[in-house]
Structure formats: structure tokens, C-alpha cells
């Protein structure tokens, strides 16, 4: 009795980590479209439409989500993260949210812009908001506790906005506007450059500023004078861009229906694609840690790409967006499942304990009886047993790795685990045609047609499921 109990409490284990918060989600239809990710600090900072604000910790190989925020009546989009609080385009209005504590996220500030919110940037005590039709908003926010705006200007339509060194950047149509931001109450205007495109979000890396472009460009701009902004260089891309991040020497670019590339711009005058990785889905956008770029994906999936050769990145993992599950919760349910595994074992242990000598008598009547069995019906005793453990070995496999989170990869453990299940029913059929009424081979055959029949009914309910997922 006292193995069962280690038993019991052998599963208690094995349900906590299959439960465990890194490890369980609930496996619904992808519902998420994951837009725009920030990386702070080992944590991924996504917004979704519907979803709300998801906080993954990626410190890990499998990130795992420890955080949302999903009110109703919010639209999120662009995000911008800084210490202990994100800064967001909700719709038409700025949203900074207190991230402080991800399991417990809080609305601290909104504002109706009356227009579309398009990008957030934030420099210093200020955040910068590009809202299309409206121009751009300026909010202080040194005191969180006292948000205020402090400039607004509608002569412009923003379509991205940039703040670096008292100095702001705005695109309006085909043209890039500088401004000089040191006395903020009084910002006045000090270049304009035009392009022959139309002009998008913006990046800067060292003295160039990197801006999306109408048809799949990058315009690189030299603004090392503000007041005489040079074009240096442009390059097109396999497909429409939807977000870049310039680091260092190059630029990661989320390719819209294309995929992912990479430019070097080592020579900036003459910067060159090195590497295009093509993916299925439409990708939304793009941020660095380290060696690690991470990619978003209107599918809810974000993509983990190994960068570390530029000229030949690859895919090392892939998430997809679900909120976290209560850890307290999976422990509740581990607990009772471990204490009712426990209970049910030991009442066994009990009753094979009280009823020994009758199982005992019962196991020498069999092996006397099996020693008087035909070959042939040994032969199918053994293939029927074989065939049993052999579908739930496979069974069990397929299980524990179908309430891991679904991207499709149990899909192929599940086909196996349908067809054993289907071979245990072929077999059960041809041990009960071939054997006596009564007899212990055709009790094992029942047993397989049976036992085969319900798990290829929940197998291939499983693989519908995972299949509606992926």
C-alpha cells in the first residue's frame, strides 16, 4: 500500500508540471492577431486586436505569458515601454497603463485625441503622439500622478513621429519636418525635407534616419546638420514594410506578406539586403534582444529568429499569444487529482490485499490454463497484449504533449497515436473471429476493439482541434 501511496504522489508531480504555468494553456481556436512588441528588460510587451496588452517573460527557451490587460472598449496598437509603464495608440486616444505588477495592470491615464492614434514615442519627460488628421500631441508626464498636454499642432497629417536630443521629427505626406524642441512651449519649425514617396514610421540609428516608405522603400536621411537634411540613400524590399529596427549596422524589417529581412548598412550610401527569410502569414513587427529578433504575426504567433549570421537567419521558436493561466488554480488542480490518484490506488492496494489468496488461486488456474492453450492462440494473446501497451505508450505520449501550447507540432504523434488505435481495433475484430466464446484470448480481444475504439474517437477529436488551432 505504501507504493501506491509514492505512486499517488509520483502523479501529484507530474500533474503540477504538466500544469504548471510555463507549460499549460487552453488549447482554443487562435483568436489573437498579435501588432506591435517591445522588448524590456527579458519581457515582450505585445498588443493584440482582440487581446488587449500581453506581458510575456522570454527569459526562458519557451516564453510563457505572466501578464494582460483586456478591458473592454480598447484598441491597442502601437506601445512604447519604459520602466513601469506603457504607453500606448488606443484607437483614438493615448492610454499609459501602470505595468508595474504584470499579473495586476492598471489604467492610468487616457485621453481622447478625437483622431487616429497612429505612434507613440516617448523621450526624456515628454511622449510624442502622431495622430494623423490631427497633427501631434505633446504630454508631460514627469509627474505620472499630473499627465498633461502641453502642445498640440494640426497643421500637419502625422504619419510617424520621432524625438531625439531637443530635436523632432514628423512625416506628413511626402515630407519629413524638423522641429526644435528645446523651449517645448514654443517649438518652432526649422527644415523640411521632400521625397518623391510617401512617408511612413521612422527609425534613427547614430545620424541617419531610417523611414518607411510607400511600395516596400527605406529612406535613409542624413541628419547629422538638422537644418540641411540630406537623403543619403534608399533600397526596396521584398514586400510592403510594416515595421524596421535599425541596430548597429543593420535593419530588421517586418515584411508585411513577405516575411522578414535584413538589410547592411555598413556602407550607408549604397545599404544592400543581405538576407530575406520567407514566412507564411503577415508580419506586423519587429524588435531585438541581443542576437534574438522577434517577429509578429496577424496569426497571434510570434517568431524567435536567430540573427547571430545576418546573412542567414533562422526560426529557433515560435509562441503564440494566450493569456496566463492562475498558477494558484493549476496547483488546486494538481492537489486534488494527486490526493485522488493517491486515494484510488490505495483502495486497489487494499483490495488486492484483503483478496490475495483468491487472486493468487485465480493467477496458477490461469498459467495452467495458458499452459494448455494452442499456438495460435498464444500468438494472438501476445499480439493483442503487444499491440495494447504499444497504443498506450503512444497514447500517453500524445497526451501530455497535446496540453503543451498547440502550434501543430503534436500533430504528427497524434496521427501515429489514431492509426495504433485503429491497428488495436483490427486486432481485437481478428482475435474475437478467431477464438471461443469464454476464453481469456478473446476477453483481451474485446478489450482491444473496445479500448482502440474510444481513443481513436478522442484521438481524432484532438487532431480536429489541433488542426483548427494551428
Known sequence: ??????????????????????????????????????????????????????????????????????????????????NDFAYLADGQNLLILNISDPR??????????????????????????????????????????????????EQ????GIYSENNILYITDSNKLILFNSTDIQNISEIATYHSDQLLFKIDKSENYLHIICFDGKIEIIDVSNPSNP????????????????????????????????????????????????????????????????YLTSDSG????????????????????????????????IAIVLGISASILLAAIAFVVYKKREKIKEWIIKEIEKAGKMKRED????????VSFLTALAVSIAFFIYFFKPINGEAFPLGVVHTVMCLINVVVGTTIISNTKKGSNVRIIGKFNLVVGAIFTIIGGFCLFVIIMVS
Open 104 to 153: 495586476n495592470i492598471m489604467e492610468k491615464y487616457h485621453f481622447n485625441l478625437n483622431g487616429d492614434c497612429l505612434e507613440v514615442f516617448k523621450s526624456d519627460d515628454l511622449v510624442f503622439v502622431a495622430a494623423a488628421s490631427k497633427g501631434f500631441y505633446i504630454f508631460n508626464v514627469s509627474n505620472i500622478d499630473n499627465i498633461h498636454e502641453i502642445y498640440h499642432n
Open 156 to 159: 500637419y497629417e502625422v504619419r
Open 378 to 385: 498464444k500468438i494472438l494473446l501476445i499480439v493483442g497484449l
Open 301 to 332: 504567433r510570434i517568431y524567435i529568429l536567430n540573427v547571430a549570421y545576418p546573412t542567414a537567419p533562422c526560426v529557433i521558436n515560435v509562441f503564440s499569444l494566450e493569456k496566463p493561466v492562475n498558477p494558484i488554480r493549476n496547483m488546486v
Open 230 to 293: 540630406i537623403k543619403t540613400s534608399n533600397y526596396t524590399t521584398p514586400g510592403n514594410i510594416e515595421e524596421i529596427d535599425c541596430v548597429g549596422k543593420y535593419t530588421y524589417i517586418a515584411n508585411a506578406n513577405m516575411g522578414f529581412s535584413i538589410a547592411n548598412n555598413s556602407d550607408i550610401s549604397s545599404p544592400k539586403i543581405i538576407s530575406n527569410l520567407e514566412l507564411i502569414g503577415y508580419y506586423l513587427d519587429v524588435d531585438t534582444l541581443g542576437n534574438k529578433v
Open 1 to 82: 500500500m505504501l507504493c501506491f501511496l509514492l505512486f499517488g504522489i509520483l502523479l501529484f508531480f507530474l500533474f503540477s508540471s504538466c500544469l504548471n504555468i510555463q507549460y499549460f494553456y487552453v488549447n482554443s481556436k487562435v483568436q489573437y492577431k498579435a501588432r506591435y512588441i517591445t522588448i524590456d528588460n527579458n519581457l515582450a510587451y505585445i498588443t493584440s486586436d482582440p487581446g488587449g496588452l500581453f506581458i510575456y517573460n522570454i527569459s526562458v527557451y519557451d516564453p510563457y505569458p505572466i501578464g494582460n490587460f483586456d478591458e473592454k472598449g480598447h484598441t491597442l496598437q502601437d506601445l512604447y515601454v519604459e
